[in-house]
């Protein structure tokens, strides 16, 4: 049920995606993120390789990893060539790039977790990229070398989602899916809270200007009035007054 939903969100938010991609100045800064989070996602899953007491998910781990490391080349040369025939005029408005992407690997901490938990974090992690990549392929079709690129990724998390799931049901036969709801619970609650921070920075952006505007301009004219009533110039001091002009005190 919560793969099916973040599937259908997906669909649902496709002219959303289409928009992001159809501007290059953000395409190319989604390119140049996937590289990274690509490149740190197969960096992770080489030290599970190194951790993991199970040789086939060693082997598994090390064939995943360098499936990573070479998507992040893809997405980094591909960014690279958008960039050499990038024009000097930006045409987007907006630069961000508010959609998620990638594999979310840094919600994982590899070093102390079990196989089982990497497992499924790894298995939902993946189906979740296979429907995002799947969407990009399509909203891209102006593109066809960046199309090809989410075409090869796509065979190969399709591969990783299946290998997950399957390794995960031969460690835990008894578990694994109750270990592959937590990761999707988990995946869903993360993703609550960076949108609960997007939020509320929003939030607090807008106070942060509604009091500009309406508590600011209060003061400023008290401040005009209590002006107008203070003599202009020199002021002369009463003679009552006998501090010396030469003391500090």
Do not use: C
């Amino acid at each position: 049920m919560a793969a099916s939903l973040g599937a259908f969100v997906d669909r649902l938010l496709r002219p959303l995606h289409h928009w992001v991609w159809s501007d290059f100045d953000r395409r190319v800064r989604k390119l140049i993120a996937f590289g990274e989070v690509e490149g740190d996602g197969g960096r992770d899953i080489l030290r599970a390789a190194e951790l993991t007491p199970d040789p086939l998910l060693r082997r598994l781990y090390l064939a995943h990893a360098i499936d990573e490391l070479h998507h992040a080349d893809l997405f980094r040369k591909r960014s690279s060539a958008l960039l050499r025939t990038r024009s000097a005029r930006s045409s987007g408005l907006f630069d961000a790039t508010p959609l998620p992407g990638g594999h979310g690997l840094d919600d994982l901490d590899i070093d102390g977790e079990p196989d089982h938990r990497l497992l499924a974090f790894l298995h939902v992690a993946e189906k979740a990229a296979a429907g995002r990549f799947a969407i990009y392929r399509e909203v891209v079709d102006d593109d066809p070398a960046t199309r090809a690129i989410f075409e090869e990724i796509l065979r190969d998390e399709v591969f990783h989602m299946n290998y997950t799931y399957t390794q995960l049901a031969r460690i835990s036969p008894a578990t694994y899916r109750r270990h592959v709801w937590r990761a999707r619970a988990s995946r869903l609650w993360k993703r609550y809270l960076r949108f609960a921070a997007v939020i509320a920075a929003v939030f607090g952006t807008v106070m942060l200007t509604l009091q500009y505007f309406v508590l600011v301009p209060p003061f400023a004219w008290l401040a005009r009035r209590a002006e107008k009533r203070e003599p202009a110039g020199w002021v002369p001091i009463p003679r009552e007054r006998a501090e010396s002009s030469t003391s500090l005190y």
